[in-house]
């Protein structure tokens, strides 16, 4: 039976969202909330305490019996502590309350939170402050109870970001006030203000969850350490955009309508390049709702994928040998009368605000790429970054046939005079009607690439959540864009002031751009002569953080200070290490307690073939070879592991965090590789049936 979802009916049904606060509100207060949200400053104590109580009954008619401050700290994912609404009363009952400071602050202990440094366990004060400007849900917990969720920012008791949102919110608030100066010189007297918004692209792979929950690996460290590569692979391109199968349909429909009701607009969902993999897109929102949203996908994701008994994994690597996982980052920046600045129009060449804009993104990208690669950096995102299946550890910009063009056009002559169009396509069979092509073709390998009205960053990974890249982007745009409205501001032409810079900035920033093959061997050699950073792991790439050009950036647009930036470099030097410190234990575990014990039985049962047929005079020799094949990486496996076990050891023991991640990387990481070689090489050789977990074929096919 096929469940018919009234879309519309749900959609939004568990968010207290405009329609709900507009119904609930008195109008006042309404409008109060309305003008802090769209313009932003302090919230008045009585609005909050109106707001709050509204919340709390609507919460409650939708079973709620708690609220959570819900925020994102430094761990990248979301954190709750619940509270209920209850309230003693003098006889002995209780009443159900809600207050605005309830609302406005939370003082969660939160001590255990990384802070890289910022707060000692012993001066554990943190507050989380609502966000209004990302709405309230509730939230069905897997046991059946609701909570109502208010989207909060976390900081210390000294004001310190904590968490992921805090910078974020900055950021968007610096873009505005650069993009609002550089629409003003061009005359536009109306937009108040500039807001980037966000689409997403997650990218997910779903297990079946009996075969998943029989390899530690994919337990512990969300991907699978050892595996040999089943027959088959992604090499036939029959899984991408394939038709679905109907276990995976049937939880995309859950899934969809889970989002649907938490206002989440779930679009586009589609079988992705490997096996097993798939992805689901939302329209795009602002960029901190956005940002709470995808949060709120990979959390939907893998709880709807337990009712399916299927496990979602979201780890950018859980497969070796075929594609990992990523997340677009489809950004652009529009102002409140709903002009989108990207927008380069029907004919860019005569389009000087977008051409000063782009120039602008130009040199964001090309003086800050250190940031942004930074930006993408996790342990999982080090397997794909320039592995030829992800846009590769190089920043380039990706423009296209069309705005390409009009750049060389104004480089080259000063000027730029016409634009291309892209033309009519004919298919050649006369019931299909021919229609306008796009100016420009796409290119699946940039990181960076111009998409029509807005840029799509390619490289941040799937489990990543997308406020750090969105905060590097907004602040090294809202930077240059500085910089150009200084100069406007500073002439009587402003028009011709933005030309003149427009074309300075391009000259200048060439080199940035890239339309060719970003998988391609001479890339990576151009590349390097041209001086672009090639920056391949994330121990390398948190080092900008705190180079002098970072933190005055940050300082200067009030995103993040000093100490915030080191902060988040610790925290990220500390992540790194643990993450490769639990794989390699993982590793550890299951080659002593899993691996060895099954070749030593499997060889015990081979040698005493072999005996036996050698007693009755046969030919042994298969047997024997084999025996000497599985002995020999059997010697190899050990030692590898001895020598991870000493690695791992030491690793762990050092204190420095910058020195352990250093010696995580060089050491330990390297010698799994040693350790996996003979393990992978062994499944080949021994019985499937004492093999001690499931094979990448049982993985990625039963589904
Ligand atoms: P693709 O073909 O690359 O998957 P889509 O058209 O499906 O591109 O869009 C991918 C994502 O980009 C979607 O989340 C979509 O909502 C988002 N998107 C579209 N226009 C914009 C825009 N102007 N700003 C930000 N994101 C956008
Ligand atoms: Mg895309």
Redesign the pocket.
């Given at each position: 039976m096929v469940k018919k979802i009234d879309v519309a009916e749900i959609f939004g049904s568990d968010v207290f969202d405009d329609a709900t606060m507009k119904e609930r509100l008195p109008k006042k207060i309404y409008k109060e909330l309305k003008q802090t949200i769209s313009v932003g400053g302090e919230l008045d104590s009585h609005v909050a305490e109106v707001v709050a109580n509204a919340m709390k009954d609507w919460a409650i008619e939708k079973g709620a019996t708690h609220y959570t401050h819900w925020f994102q700290p430094l761990t990248g994912i979301t954190a709750e502590k619940h509270d209920a609404f209850i309230s003693p009363t003098d006889d002995g009952g209780v009443i159900l309350e809600f207050s605005g400071k309830e609302l406005i602050k939370g003082e969660p202990d939160g001590s255990s939170f990384p802070s890289g440094g910022l707060r000692a366990t012993f001066e554990a004060r943190g507050y989380t402050a609502w966000d209004c400007t990302s709405p309230a849900f509730v939230h069905e917990t897997p046991s059946g109870s609701t909570v109502l969720c208010i989207p909060t920012i976390f900081c210390s008791y000294t004001g310190e970001a904590l968490d992921k949102k805090t910078p974020l919110l900055r950021s968007m608030e610096a873009l505005s006030v650069q993009a609002l100066r550089i629409v003003r010189a061009f005359g536009d007297t109306e937009a108040q203000k500039v807001t980037t918004?966000?689409?997403?692209?997650q990218e997910y792979f779903l297990v079946d969850r009996d075969t998943y929950n029989q390899r530690e690996d994919l337990i512990f460290a969300g991907r699978t350490l050892f595996g040999a590569p089943a027959p088959k692979g992604q090499e036939l391109d029959d899984h991408y955009f394939g038709s679905i199968k109907e276990r995976v349909s049937s939880y995309m429909n859950d899934l969809n309508e889970e989002l649907w009701k938490l206002g989440v607009t779930a679009?586009?969902q589609h079988n992705e390049v490997a096996p097993a993999q798939h992805e689901l897109?939302?329209?795009?929102n602002t960029t901190n709702i956005a940002t709470d949203h995808n949060q709120l996908i990979m959390e939907t994701m893998k709880k709807v994928a337990l009712r399916h008994n299927l496990v979602c994994l979201l780890h950018e690597k859980p497969f070796a040998g075929i594609n990992g996982s990523g997340k677009?980052n489809?950004?652009?920046m529009?102002t409140d009368t709903g002009v989108?600045l990207?927008d380069p129009g029907v004919t860019p060449h005569q389009n000087k605000q977008f051409l000063l804009i782009l120039s602008a993104i130009l040199k964001a990208v090309d003086e800050y790429a250190p940031l942004l690669r930074e930006s993408a950096a996790n342990p999982g995102n080090d397997h794909r970054l320039g592995a030829n299946e992800a846009p590769p550890a190089i920043i380039s910009i990706f423009l296209g046939e069309q705005l390409e063009d009009v750049l060389n056009q104004l480089c080259e002559k000063g000027e730029a005079t016409s634009s291309k169009v892209g033309g009519k396509l004919d298919v050649g069979v006369s019931t299909v009607p021919s229609f306008m092509k796009d100016a420009t073709d796409?290119n699946r390998t940039s990181p960076f690439a111009f998409?029509g009205?807005?840029f799509?960053f390619r490289m941040v990974g799937s489990t990543a959540s997308i406020a750090d890249p969105n905060t590097v982007l907004n602040t090294i745009v809202a930077e240059t864009l500085r910089q150009a409205a200084d100069v406007l501001e500073a002439s009587d032409d402003p028009i011709m002031a933005a030309h003149d810079l427009t074309k300075k900035w391009i000259g200048e920033h060439i080199r940035i751009i890239f339309n060719g093959n970003g998988y391609s061997e001479e890339w990576v050699e151009e590349a390097e002569r041209r001086g672009l950073p090639n920056i391949k792991n994330m121990v390398d790439a948190l080092g900008c953080l705190t180079e002098e050009y970072a933190v005055e950036l940050f300082e200067r647009h009030k995103v993040m200070t000093r100490v915030e930036l080191t902060s988040r470099q610790e925290v990220g030097y500390e992540t790194y290490a643990k993450a490769i410190n639990i794989e390699a234990r993982t590793m550890i575990d299951m080659t002593k307690k899993e691996i060895i014990p099954a070749v030593i039985k499997y060889t015990t049962t081979v040698a005493q073939s072999v005996a036996a047929v050698k007693a009755v005079g046969a030919d042994a020799s298969v047997q024997e070879a084999s025996l000497a094949d599985i002995s020999k990486n059997l010697v190899a496996m050990n030692a590898a592991l001895e020598k991870l076990e000493a690695a791992t050891d030491k690793a762990a023991s050092i204190e420095e965090p910058k020195a352990q991640a250093i010696a995580y990387r060089d050491e330990v990481f390297t010698t799994m590789s040693e350790l996996r070689e003979p393990a992978d090489a062994l499944e080949m050789l021994v019985d499937k049936s004492v093999w001690p977990f499931p094979t990448y074929g049982d993985l990625l096919f039963n589904v």
């Open positions: 918004s966000v689409g997403p692209e679009k586009t897109a939302p329209i795009y677009h489809n950004w652009s529009s989108n990207l796409r998409t009205n807005k799509e």
